[in-house]
């Protein structure tokens, strides 16, 4: 099992940083992860490091290809919420 990074990525290296098990690499064009090396930080933290890092959502994929940092991730703002914000001009 491993988490993959989509073609999203803007390669901050805030998820480089925060791996405890080392297996996020720079490549190009985006970072990728070493399937070898990711241990989804089980038995290490509560939630995966990179996921609760990183700064654009849907970026961080599990092994089903869900994103670990759903929209709404970031902001605390559920979509649907998001959305009517958005029409009604508030955002």
């Given amino acids: 099992m491993s988490y993959s990074i989509s073609s999203s990525c803007v390669n901050c290296f805030a998820c480089q940083d925060v791996c405890p098990s080392k297996a996020i690499y ?27 890092i990183c700064p654009i959502e ?9 994103p670990v940092n759903p929209p709404g991730s970031l902001t605390g703002i559920p979509p649907a919420r998001l959305a009517e914000l958005t029409a009604a001009g508030i955002l």
């Fill in 58 to 66: 849907v970026t961080i994929l599990n092994e089903l290809g869900e």
């Fill in 26 to 52: 720079e490549a190009r064009p985006h970072f990728l992860v070493d399937a070898k090396k990711c241990s989804q930080c089980e038995g290490e933290y509560a939630d995966p490091q990179c996921g609760s």
